[in-house]
């Protein structure tokens, strides 16, 4: 897309926000690539270079639990080197207008919260990989504390109320999707006037769906993400490129 279609493209999609009744947001991987942060997906990501872990080896096998907590930390140097960029930022001022209605979001490395973002205004489909909880009774425990835990133990983490696994608070492969929050992010779905789509493949299921039951109940579909989705035939508009210039250029439009 060439700049000038861009630029006639996000004044298209802020004429539509600016007259929505409720706008939402949904965020993948894709978003944070301009913050340094790799995705998981599109080739050369996180998946093409290392074996994720399924939910039942962590849950079975201590040395796959080990191995996921040497990744968490290292995943998490690298969240807490990177810094919110402008499509951050922007989402977090689409947010804030009168119209603005949640972020739903695939994303677990806590920038959309460190843009600006409020926790009411943001369901983390996939959770989140800043903090860590017992898989039993759900007991809170830091990432600090879960590596102090395994330096001092030589184990994996376990909690100090039941006993119970300690794991981050990410959904991993095979682990259950979490029912209230998926459904509450359909009830937002249903109800918005226009979705917005930035850096997300739309192909993990059931989050995909999101943006496919928005345009079936009559909202405008925007898909901004660098590669094709399977959801791209039916958006109202389509943009490629720079995911972060795209939202930044919709927010000064926004402001004229």
Not at 57 to 68: H, I, K
Not at 175 to 203: F, I, N, W, Y
């Amino acid at each position: 897309m060439t700049p000038a279609t861009a630029q006639v493209a996000a004044e298209n999609l802020a004429e539509r926000i600016r007259e929505a009744r409720r706008v939402v947001v949904f965020t993948g991987a894709g978003i944070s690539t301009d913050s340094g942060i790799d995705d998981f997906r599109s080739p050369g990501g996180i998946w093409s270079k290392i074996k994720p872990i399924e939910f039942s080896q962590f849950q079975t096998d201590e040395e796959a639990r080990r191995e996921d907590w040497r990744r968490r930390f290292h995943f998490q140097a690298s969240f807490d080197a990177a810094q919110p960029n402008a499509g951050h930022l922007g989402i977090a001022t689409l947010l804030a207008r009168d119209n603005g209605g949640v972020l739903i979001t695939q994303n677990i490395d806590g920038l959309h919260q460190r843009a600006g973002v409020p926790d009411e205004q943001m369901i983390e489909i996939h959770g989140n990989g800043t903090r860590a909880s017992c898989l039993e009774c759900s007991s809170p425990m830091s990432l600090a504390e879960a590596r102090a835990y395994i330096e001092r133990e030589d184990q994996a983490p376990r909690c100090r109320r039941c006993d119970g696994l300690v794991k981050a608070d990410i959904i991993s492969f095979g682990q259950p999707m979490p029912s209230q929050k998926l459904a509450s992010a359909e009830q937002h779905a249903l109800d918005c006037d226009v979705m917005l789509v930035a850096g997300s493949s739309l192909v993990v299921q059931p989050a995909a769906t999101l943006p496919l039951i928005a345009k079936n109940n009559g909202a405008y579909l925007a898909i901004i993400n660098r590669d094709a989705t399977p959801l791209d035939g039916m958006a109202n508009l389509r943009f490629g490129g720079s995911i972060s210039d795209t939202i930044r250029l919709t927010c000064e439009y926004l402001q004229t």
